[in-house]
């Protein structure tokens, strides 16, 4: 299976996939599935926001996952019954979108690194400015530890 980590905006080409939302909202005209399992959003409300630094915006939704640790396993395990061959994960974050930034500020990256380690032979493509990951030198100080 492969897993497309993409923006709302790139997603409107792949008609022919299934299609998911791992925001908290989805833009105008989009009614994907929600995945709320996925949603970046800190238990007491506070949203998860670019404010963040990297290394604590990757604490907190590491813990946002963990917690929804049995949902994400659920929704993986439907897909592989399904035999889904491929789909996308979508989110509002695009390079353009950001373009003060050097690296494109986007939990869909932490959630392709997430599956990764639960379900090691799922493919993965970062796209729409994700191939750029900021996130490297934490998860690289984190492969040391192992
Ligand atoms: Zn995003």
Known sequence: MKILLTSFQHSKILTTIS???VAR???KGFS??????????????MDLTTEFSPKDYKTFYDEI?????????EFMMEQFE??????????WCNSSRQKDRE??????ILIGHYIKKQFPYV???????????WFADIFLGEEDNE
């Open 82 to 91: 399904l035999a889904t061959p491929i789909l996308a994960l979508c989110c």
């Open 103 to 108: 690296h494109l500020y986007c939990h869909t």
């Open 32 to 45: 994907y599935p929600k995945l709320y399992c996925f949603s970046p959003r800190v238990t007491g409300g």
């Open 65 to 73: 996952l963990e917690d929804n640790r049995n949902e994400i396993k």
């Open 25 to 27: 909202w989805q833009p």
């Open 19 to 21: 299609r998911f939302s």
């Open 123 to 133: 493919e993965f493509n970062y796209c729409d400015g994700r191939d750029k990951d």
